[in-house]
C-alpha cells in the first residue's frame, strides 16, 4: 500500500466522522446537498459523491438513518433511538416528535399477520406554525 491510498482512506475516514458530528449536532435532518455545503467549508475539494458515498456507507454501518419523507431529496439523522417525526406539508421541515412510543401497536399487528413485527414508523403530516402563520 503506498503513502497516497492510505492518506486517502484518512482522509476519507475523517470526513464520514465530520459528516456524522454535523449529524449528531443538528436537528434539522438535512440532505445530503445541505452536508455537502457545511463540509465545503473545512473541505474545499470534497465533491458531492464523497458526501453520498459516506452517508452511504454510514447508513450500512446503523450510524445514520436515512429519512424517505416523500420530498425529493432524502435526508438524514443521526438519532437512532425510536421518535416520530412531524413533516409540514408545505415547506417540508421535518421536525422530531418525542411523543412516548405505542408498543401495542406492534402487539396488535403482530396479532393480525403472521409476520414477526420488529417495530414501526410513524410520521405525522399537516402545517408548521410558519407556514400557518403566512396562510393568515
Same mark, same amino acid.
Given at each position: 500500500?503506498?503513502?497516497?491510498?492510505?492518506?486517502?482512506?484518512?482522509?476519507?475516514?475523517?470526513?464520514?466522522?465530520?459528516? #456524522?458530528?454535523?449529524? !449528531?449536532?443538528?436537528?434539522?435532518?438535512?440532505?445530503?446537498?445541505?452536508? +455537502? &455545503? $457545511?463540509?465545503?467549508?473545512?473541505?474545499?475539494?470534497?465533491?458531492?459523491?464523497?458526501?453520498?458515498?459516506?452517508?452511504?456507507?454510514?447508513?450500512?454501518?446503523?450510524?445514520?438513518?436515512?429519512?424517505?419523507?416523500?420530498?425529493?431529496?432524502?435526508?438524514?439523522?443521526?438519532?437512532?433511538?425510536?421518535?416520530?417525526? #412531524?413533516?409540514?406539508? !408545505?415547506?417540508?421541515?421535518?421536525?422530531?416528535?418525542?411523543?412516548?412510543? +405505542? &408498543? $401495542?401497536?406492534?402487539?396488535?399487528?403482530?396479532?393480525?399477520?403472521?409476520?414477526?413485527?420488529?417495530?414501526?414508523?410513524?410520521?405525522?403530516?399537516?402545517?408548521?406554525?410558519?407556514?400557518?402563520?403566512?396562510?393568515?
Amino acid at each position: 500500500m503506498n503513502n497516497h491510498s492510505s492518506h486517502t482512506s484518512l482522509r476519507h475516514s475523517r470526513q464520514r466522522d465530520e459528516i #456524522l458530528k454535523l449529524l !449528531r449536532t443538528t436537528t434539522s435532518h438535512p440532505t445530503a446537498d445541505w452536508i +455537502y &455545503q $457545511e463540509m465545503k467549508k473545512e473541505f474545499p475539494h470534497l465533491s458531492l459523491g464523497t458526501v453520498y458515498r459516506n452517508l452511504a456507507l454510514l447508513v450500512e454501518q446503523g450510524l445514520v438513518r436515512k429519512l424517505e419523507s416523500g420530498s425529493t431529496f432524502d435526508r438524514f439523522e443521526a438519532r437512532l433511538e425510536p421518535h416520530y417525526h #412531524l413533516i409540514c406539508s !408545505r415547506c417540508r421541515v421535518i421536525s422530531d416528535f418525542d411523543m412516548p412510543g +405505542y &408498543q $401495542e401497536i406492534n402487539e396488535r399487528a403482530a396479532r393480525m399477520t403472521d409476520f414477526k413485527i420488529q417495530g414501526h414508523k410513524i410520521e405525522f403530516f399537516g402545517l408548521c406554525s410558519t407556514c400557518r402563520a403566512q396562510q393568515s
